[in-house]
Every structure is written in C-alpha cells, then in structure tokens.
C-alpha cells in the first residue's frame, strides 16, 4: 500500500521557521521525483517545490526562504521554511510522480500519489 504522512506543521510566528516531513512507503522511493503542494482557503492548489535526482525548483514566492530536501535511505522529503509569512499560512501536501519534476513540476497533473496534508499557520 502506498503511503504519504506529512508532519511537522503547526502554528508559528511570522518570521519563524517549521520543518515539514513527509515519509513515504509502498513505492521506490528514490525513483520518483517529490513535490511539495499547498492549499490556503478559498485558493487553488498550488507547486511549492519538487526535487528529484536530477532537478529541484521553487515556486518564486518561496525562493531564498524555504529548502527541499530528500534522505532515500529514509524514504523521507523535507521543506525547511524560513522567514514565514501569514500568506505561507496554508494545508501543505507532499506528493510524488515517477522519474524528473520536469519544467511542468508546479502543475498536480502527473503526480500519482499524495498526502492527506499537514496544516501551517502563520500568525501576524
């Protein structure tokens, strides 16, 4: 069975810092690009970062703030977010698609699996 469960979200002071992690199972892991979504209220879904073995991008809104990691052996991707905003305030979700992000990574289409989300908010 393939899983996704994100953790780490939370309620933090703008300007603060949380680690989101998602932990996947069920799939080759290290085969897949990861991408990280979020969904505030009232607004579409939207690409915040994707890296896979050969490319990382970010969404311009979160460049110089917020760093995407993966551990394989863990089977795990990480969103470092720093300086937050209450406009970062949002459920975020972790998602992964076979092979590259590819220059399209930011669209949903192409992702097979996904979290259930985490929840970020960022008070003023």
């Known amino acids: 069975e393939v899983q996704l469960v994100e953790s780490g979200g939370g309620l933090v002071q703008a300007g603060g810092s949380l680690r989101l992690s998602c932990l996947a199972s069920g799939f080759s892991f290290g085969d897949y690009a990861m991408g990280w979504f979020r969904q505030a209220p009232g607004k579409e879904r939207e690409g915040v970062s994707c890296?896979?073995?050969?490319?990382?991008y970010y969404t311009d809104s979160v460049k110089g703030r917020f760093t995407i990691s993966r551990d394989n052996d863990k089977m795990t991707v990480y969103l470092q977010m720093n300086s937050l905003k209450p406009e970062d305030t949002a459920v975020y979700y972790c998602?992964?698609?076979?092979?590259?992000?590819?220059?399209?990574?930011?669209?949903?289409?192409?992702?097979?699996?996904w979290g259930q989300g985490a929840q970020v908010t960022v008070s003023s």
């Open positions: 998602a992964a698609k076979w092979g590259s992000c590819g220059r399209m990574w930011y669209g949903r289409l192409g992702y097979a699996y």
């Open positions: 890296i896979s073995r050969s490319d990382t």
